[in-house]
Nanobody
Framework: QVQLVESGGGLVQAGGSLRLSCAASGSIISINSMGWYRQAPGKQRELVATITSGGSTNYADSVKGRFTISGDNAKKMVYLQMNSLKPEDTGVYYC?????????WGQGTQVTVSS
């Protein structure tokens, strides 16, 4: 079993910054990747950024140049540094972990960007 706990969400003005953290625990060997997804009201969940166990990263076009994903393998943590936030970044941000063909999700953390 895998547990993911997110933290760091909140309310911020446009142009501001937030840093999200995700702590993984449980059966967390053989991780393929970890990442962040988000879901805005009335919209489908979408990929924000991922990082593989080897350190390769992937970003949604909408966040490239503004968000940075990083991981700490020893601490089983993944982070998302979000700069130059825009109102359209508002949503619930979910931590994701993939291993052995399965995907695991955290409970989500709310990010609200006011204009």
């Amino acid at each position: 079993q895998v547990q993911l706990v997110e933290s760091g969400g909140g309310l911020v003005q446009a142009g501001g910054s937030l840093r999200l953290s995700c702590a993984a625990s449980g059966s967390i060997i053989s991780i393929n990747s970890m990442g962040w997804y988000r879901q805005a009201p009335g919209k489908q969940r979408e990929l924000v950024a991922t990082i593989t166990s080897g350190g390769s990263t992937n970003y949604a076009d909408s966040v490239k140049g503004r968000f940075t994903i990083s991981g700490d393998n020893a601490k089983k943590m993944v982070y998302l540094q979000m700069n130059s936030l825009k109102p359209e970044d508002t949503g619930v941000y979910y931590c994701n972990l993939k291993r052995l063909g399965f995907a695991y999700w955290g409970q989500g953390t709310q990010v609200t960007v006011s204009s």
